[in-house]
């Protein structure tokens, strides 16, 4: 006679409670916390499959933060009361007041922090504090026509946005890890820039019309200067650094206080109307390899005197690239 299938159950059950099984129980999960070091939450563990009833709001050390809400690892808002069913990291957002100091993800998806959507532009100055322990600044401070000098800190590595129309910025201090420049176009009463050692090129237009520029500190390791990156910058004068290899179109256009300029022996192009000196000086001998200029490299009714090493790098610069200034060559 066959037993029923409740009585079978029955004894499977109690032949495992015997061998000492027990029911699974729900593991539990934590939640960390971080908060770009500005105040300090402890990890939340729950159980798995339970909802994160409530957090503590965090209280920045600086009584300029104030706390903005939660962010999870895909830089979404994370409400409090959700069901959590893994370990997680929350990130605190907070609003400084001058601006926000969010998460934000990198292309190896690290979490860094970012400092960004400066909402006030009324402003004369700004200084974004180096504790903020960010790493990217977000700026929309272009047009700010009343700032007067800006300070971001070394602890800023990228900056995207630019500060171009700041037509009142006089002072500018630059983090020293930054590789890439933002534009300062038309930022008409900045006198003097020091560019950082780890900037391999200027962007386009990137100080163009900055009538009042006069001094800018070139790193060695700058190789390029894209088109118009100085144009119109009446008032300087500079050194071009010893690896440059490529000089834009209209980089130096306009310049008309840079009267000697001497393209040093790395320089491999020189694109059109790029400078509107009179005397230049070309380092390298034609052994070394002649530079590609482009047709009218120089501001033509301006220009007059180009020196070369030798007699054999200028017949073939009167032959070739600078056949139109012909006449104006000389061996030095």
């Known amino acids: 006679m066959r037993k029923p299938v409740a009585s079978v159950l029955a004894f499977i059950f109690v032949a495992f409670a015997a061998s000492g099984f027990t029911a699974c129980e729900p593991k539990n999960v934590t939640v960390t916390i971080r908060t770009f070091e500005l105040a300090v939450v402890a990890p939340v563990v729950i159980k798995n499959g339970d909802t994160l009833e409530s957090l503590a709001t965090p209280i920045a050390d600086d009584p300029n933060f104030t706390f903005e809400t939660w962010y999870d690892g895909n830089w979404n808002t994370f409400d409090v009361g959700k069901l959590v069913t893994k370990s997680i990291t929350l990130y605190a957002g907070w609003r400084h007041s001058d601006f926000y100091v969010r998460p934000q993800r ?3 998806d690290d979490w860094f922090f970012i400092v960004y959507d400066v909402y006030d532009k009324t402003k004369t100055s700004y200084a974004i504090p180096a504790h903020a322990r960010a790493k990217w600044l977000d700026s929309n401070l272009d047009e700010c026509v009343n700032l007067k000098s800006l300070v971001i800190p070394d602890n800023i590595t990228e900056i995207s946005g630019t500060f171009q129309g700041c037509s009142s910025l006089e002072s500018v201090t630059l983090p020293k890890g930054i590789t890439e420049i933002p534009s300062f176009s038309g930022c008409v009463k900045l006198d003097n820039v020091v560019i950082p050692d780890g900037v391999t090129h200027i962007g386009g237009g990137g100080f163009r019309d900055c009538s009042d520029l006069r001094s800018i500190s070139l790193p060695n390791g700058l190789t390029t200067i ?87 790098t200028k017949d073939a610069y009167a032959a070739g690239a600078l056949s139109m200034y012909a006449d104006k060559i000389r061996v030095r």
Do not use: H, Q
Request: with cysteine.
């Open 226 to 312: 894209y088109n118009n990156a100085f144009y119109n910058c009446a008032k300087l004068d500079l050194v071009l650094p010893p690896a440059l290899e490529s000089v834009g179109e209209k980089a130096f256009y306009g310049c008309t206080s840079l009267v000697y300029v001497s393209l040093p022996a790395s320089v491999k192009s020189v694109g059109y109307r790029a400078f509107s000196s009179p005397y230049v000086n070309i380092a390298a001998p034609s052994s070394a390899g002649l530079i590609e200029f482009a047709e009218y490299a120089f501001d033509f009714g301006v220009l007059a005197e180009i020196t070369v090493a030798d007699s054999a």
């Open 106 to 108: 990198t292309y190896s």
